[in-house]
């Protein structure tokens, strides 16, 4: 059955009607795949791109951003713009931006991996050596909403993994700069910003253009055109993931605010109207107050309207039996964003085997972990949680194995790789290796 008239419509549902299983299916399922026409308009601009560099990146965002630039140089902000950008902000903007960046930087500090060898009893060294990319490039979105808080996220790993170059591309709609964007490059440390989007910059950071410096890896969302292009150019250059619409699954054991749990809702279903937003608890009377916050705080909205239409198509209220109920629904939905809104969430922790982030407690709303908390906001969605992580500052280094072996190393080495050589029939293997065998 359906929320009260009026309301949202959320869907509610109990794992323990006969087919809860299909129609939950149904509420997670999310065919990110682009259609043919897509991938076909993907390609052309790929190739184009590819094929004649600034001139085709040119004629496509002057298409599809309303411009009508003739040089990239009208598509290229100096680093004084993006200074000027930062001080050029009121004053509490430009506090609060300071002090995500300053926290963001902090907890990415501690991911940093270290090279690290040992030495066996023979002699034999054996280690791990880690290192930079040596350019990466950040897709930041543009259009119906700007992101700053995407660019910390994003830039400000790759500086701390010790990226040479960070280069930054942001779509600018009938030329509309947001300050917020330039000012959060500035501070991330980016060192060359594009005003250009689509699958046209994906293109251009991947294959390189006189301009634009090819870039080893993307990172960043974007459109279905721009997850579209990241999946084609893979291979070429590295990407982060292809994110689906935002998500959070909130599991409430009755003793949370409901306006607070709403709102939480509300929070991931503003994004757009794609964006799914779930609530699980096996207290029904805090299922029903949270019901009547939606009905009631809804009409509050400014994103009303995109927030209806999100909670109608893909939200959902879900009455389960029991703790350990909700524990499987976590591990089956994988979430993007997990709220474990609970008296004593550590206590949950062991059995959760998939989840993007993990916001625990009553008072840690996942709005805190979009902007400021620290952890990174760029997440696997759409159940990728399953195998996937948080980017990271090791999105943005690789790793080399060292191997060096004494003379007796050698030896013992290559005793054991001769017999295995030969059994693959590669004997040019077993030769190299039994050259170096003390005789």
């Avoid at 963001?104 to 023979?122: F, I, T």
């Avoid at 150019?233 to 409430?252: R, T, Y």
């Avoid at 400014?302 to 939200?315: A, H, K, Y």
């Avoid at 994988?334 to 550590?346: R, W």
């Amino acid at each position: 059955m359906n929320a009260t008239a009026g309301a949202a419509e959320v869907t509610r549902l109990a794992t323990g009607e006969a087919d809860f299983d299909r129609r939950l299916d149904a509420l997670l399922d999310w065919d990110g795949v682009s259609d043919q026409a897509v991938q076909a308009r993907v390609n052309e601009i790929l190739e184009a791109v590819k094929t004649r560099g600034d001139a085709a990146v040119i004629e496509a965002t002057n298409r599809f951003d309303r411009l009508s630039v003739t040089t990239m140089q009208e598509l290229t902000l100096a680093p004084a713009r993006l200074e000027q950008a930062f001080y050029g902000l009121p004053d509490e903007q430009r506090e609060a931006l300071s002090a995500a960046a300053e926290r963001v930087r902090r907890y990415h500090q501690h991911q940093k991996p270290e090279s690290w060898q040992y030495n066996e009893a023979d002699g034999t060294v054996l280690g791990q050596q880690v290192m930079p990319l040596d350019r990466a490039g950040i897709y930041v979105p543009g259009g119906k909403a700007a992101y700053p808080s995407s660019v910390l996220m994003n830039a400000i790993p790759a500086h701390v993994a010790g990226v040479r170059e960070i280069v930054m591309v942001v779509p600018t709609p009938d030329g509309v700069l947001n300050e917020l964007v330039l000012a959060a490059a500035y501070l991330a440390g980016v060192d060359y910003v594009f005003t250009i989007g689509g699958a046209q910059a994906v293109a251009a950071l991947a294959y390189g253009t006189d301009t634009v410096p090819r870039v080893d890896k993307i990172v960043g969302p974007g459109n279905i055109y721009v997850a579209t292009a990241k999946r084609a150019v893979f291979g070429q250059v590295g990407i982060d993931m292809i994110a689906g619409p935002s998500e959070i699954l909130i599991v409430a054991d009755g003793g949370t605010d409901p306006d607070w749990l709403a709102m939480d809702l509300f929070s991931q279903a503003e994004h757009d109207e794609d964006a799914q937003a779930i609530m699980v608890s096996w207290d029904k009377a805090q299922l029903d107050a949270v019901a009547a916050s939606i009905e009631r705080l809804l009409p509050t909205l400014d994103r009303e309207d995109i927030v209806r239409t999100s909670l109608g198509n893909r939200g959902a209220l879900i009455h389960c039996a029991s703790e350990a109920e909700a524990v499987a629904l976590i591990n089956r939905i994988a979430p993007e964003h997990l709220e474990l809104s609970v008296a004593d969430p550590e206590r949950w922790l062991p059995e959760v085997r998939h989840a993007g982030a993990i916001f625990m407690g009553r008072y840690t709303a996942e709005a805190l972990g979009d902007y400021c908390a620290g952890p990174n906001h760029v997440l696997p969605t759409s159940g990728t949680a399953r195998f996937s992580s948080p980017l990271g500052v090791y999105d943005f280094q690789k790793r080399s194995s060292l191997i060096n072996c004494s003379a007796d190393g050698a030896s013992t080495l290559g005793e054991i790789a001769a017999v295995l050589a030969r059994g693959e029939s590669l004997t040019a293997h077993a030769r190299s290796a039994e050259y170096r065998l003390k005789r």
